[in-house]
C-alpha cells in the first residue's frame, strides 16, 4: 500500500501543522508575503527565483468521489493519469444517508492505488454514533492499515435544519461533532480531523450561513471545537446568484477570482481571533456552479470555466491553503457538469490538473503589471523553474519575460486554450522579446 501511506517527510508537515501551539501559526498556513516591493515590474512578466514564497501543499490538487458515482470503464486511464492527489470520500450528502460499507472503502482503495492518490473520509453525522465513527476508522486503519489520515464528520451541517428539524442549532452540532471527534481519535489519535464542513462561507460574515438563533456557523464552530479540529474547512460555489437570476457569464467568472484571496485571509483571521492560534484551511468542496447547468459559456462544462479555475487554485496555492477538492472527478449523464472526467469525453477542466502536475512545490515571486495577466511561478526539488501564465482576457496580449539572474533562458512551453489540449509546444526563447499569450489560455513554461 506504499501509494496510500503518507510519505513522511509530508505527515511529518502535517503533524506539525496541527499541533502548533497558540501563538505560532503552522507553516502550511503562513500566508506567503514576498520579500521584494510588491508593485509590478511595468511592462513585463517578471520573476525572481531566489524569492520563496512558501511551499504549495500537495493536496491543493484535489477531488471528490463516492460510491455513487463511477468513472466509466473506458475512462479509467484518465483517471489514474489525471494528476488529482487527494479523493474526499464519499462526496456531498450522500454519506450523510447512507453508512459506508466495508466493500466501499476496499473498493476506493484500490482505485486510489491505482491513481498514486490519498484519500479523505467523511463518517455519517445524522442517523449515526460516535461509535459507528469509531468503527469506521478502526476498519480502515487498524483492520486494513489503510492508513487513511484525512477525517471529516458530515457534510454542510448548515444544511441539517429542515431533516432535522429547526431546532437543529450550532450548538447541538458542535456537541455531536466532539463526540464524534473524540471516539474517532480514540482510535487512532493520528488522524486529522477537518470540519466544520460549512457551505457558501465567503469573506462576508453578514450572508455566511446562521442557526435558527442566528449564530454564524464558523465562528461558533470554532469557539466550542477549535481546540480539536486539525484542519479548517468549507464549501464555496458562487454561481448562481439566485435560481431566477440571469445565466453566469464569462465576465462573471473572471470578476469572481479574487473573492478567493478575500475569504482565505477573512477566516485566517477569524481562525486567529477565535482560538488564538493558526491552523490549515481547507476547501473540500468548489466549481462555479451548484446547480446542474450545463451547456452555458460559464457553467462547469465549459471551457472558460477551466481558465477560472486554474486561477483559483493559483490564488489558493499563493494563500497557503492546505487542501482543495474540486467538485467532482466524474459526473452520471444528466446530473451536471462538474465532471472532469465523463462518459467519453474530458471536461476542458481535466486539462488544468494536467498542466498543474508539472507546477514546481515551491513558490517564488512573479508580478504582471496586468490584472488580466495572472502568474505563478514555482521550482521543484531539483532547483528546475516553472511558470504559469494565465491570459483571463478575450484577447489575447503580448508581453516579455524576465527572470532575474538568469539571463537568455530557454523554456519548454506548454498550452491550454480553446485550440490546444495541455499541448507541449516545444522549446521558445526567454529572451526579453515579447511573448504573445492567447485570449483565455494556460501558458506553462519549464526552466531548467
Not at 56 to 85: C, H, K, Q, R
Not at 116 to 121: C, K, L, N, R
Not at 369 to 377: E, G, K, S, W
Not at 429 to 439: C, H, Q, R, S
Request: charged letters at 20%.
Amino acid at each position: 500500500m506504499k501509494n496510500i501511506l503518507l510519505p513522511l517527510a509530508l505527515l511529518a508537515f502535517i503533524l506539525a501543522a496541527c499541533t502548533a501551539e497558540s501563538g505560532q501559526p503552522p507553516a502550511a498556513t503562513v500566508t506567503p508575503v514576498p520579500t521584494v516591493p510588491s508593485t509590478p515590474v511595468p511592462g513585463k512578466i517578471y520573476v525572481e527565483p531566489e524569492t520563496s514564497l512558501g511551499e504549495i501543499s500537495p493536496w491543493v490538487y484535489g477531488s471528490n468521489y463516492g460510491p455513487w458515482i463511477a468513472v466509466p470503464f473506458e475512462m479509467l486511464d484518465y483517471a489514474f493519469d489525471s494528476g488529482v492527489t487527494v479523493l474526499r470520500f464519499p462526496g456531498g450528502e450522500w454519506g450523510d444517508f447512507n453508512d459506508i460499507k466495508p466493500y466501499h472503502i476496499d473498493s476506493f482503495m484500490k482505485f486510489l492505488a491505482n491513481m498514486g492518490a490519498e484519500a479523505s473520509i467523511s463518517v455519517r453525522l445524522p442517523g449515526s454514533t460516535p461509535e459507528q465513527a469509531a468503527d469506521l476508522v478502526r476498519y480502515v486503519n487498524v483492520e486494513k492499515g489503510y492508513g487513511v489520515r484525512f477525517w471529516s464528520i458530515g457534510n454542510e451541517p448548515t444544511l441539517y435544519a429542515p431533516r432535522l428539524g429547526d431546532e437543529y442549532d450550532t450548538e447541538w452540532y458542535n456537541r455531536e461533532w466532539r463526540s464524534f471527534a473524540e471516539a474517532m481519535k480514540a482510535v487512532d489519535p493520528e488522524i486529522i480531523l477537518i470540519g466544520p464542513e460549512v457551505h457558501q462561507f465567503t469573506a462576508d460574515p453578514l450572508h455566511n450561513p446562521k442557526d435558527p438563533q442566528g449564530r454564524d456557523w464558523m465562528t461558533e464552530f470554532l469557539r466550542a471545537n477549535g481546540d480539536l479540529v486539525d484542519v479548517v474547512s468549507f464549501h464555496r460555489y458562487p454561481f448562481p446568484r439566485s435560481q431566477t437570476g440571469p445565466a453566469a457569464t464569462i465576465e462573471d467568472l473572471r470578476a469572481n477570482t479574487r473573492e478567493w484571496d478575500e475569504t482565505v485571509i477573512y477566516l485566517r483571521t477569524l481562525i486567529r481571533q477565535e482560538t488564538g492560534r493558526g491552523l490549515p484551511i481547507a476547501v473540500t468542496e468548489a466549481n462555479s456552479h451548484y446547480n446542474k447547468a450545463i451547456g452555458g459559456e460559464a457553467t462547469p462544462d465549459s471551457f472558460y470555466n477551466a481558465i477560472w479555475w486554474a486561477d483559483v487554485l493559483g490564488r489558493l496555492s499563493q494563500q497557503g491553503v492546505f487542501m482543495v477538492n474540486h467538485w467532482l472527478l466524474t459526473t452520471p449523464s444528466g446530473q451536471g457538469g462538474w465532471g472532469l472526467i465523463n462518459r467519453g469525453e474530458l471536461s476542458p477542466s481535466y486539462f488544468v490538473y494536467q498542466m498543474y502536475r508539472k507546477f514546481g512545490d515551491e513558490l517564488v515571486y512573479a508580478s504582471s503589471d496586468d490584472p488580466d495577466l495572472r502568474v505563478y511561478a514555482a521550482k521543484r526539488v531539483d532547483g528546475t523553474l516553472t511558470l504559469i501564465v494565465l491570459n483571463l482576457a478575450d484577447e489575447a496580449i503580448r508581453k516579455p519575460v524576465e527572470i532575474a539572474a538568469k539571463p537568455a533562458p530557454e523554456a519548454r512551453y506548454w498550452l491550454f486554450d480553446r485550440g490546444h489540449a495541455a499541448e507541449d509546444m516545444g522549446t521558445i526563447p526567454l529572451t526579453g522579446e515579447e511573448i504573445e499569450f492567447p485570449a483565455q489560455s494556460f501558458s506553462l513554461f519549464v526552466i531548467p
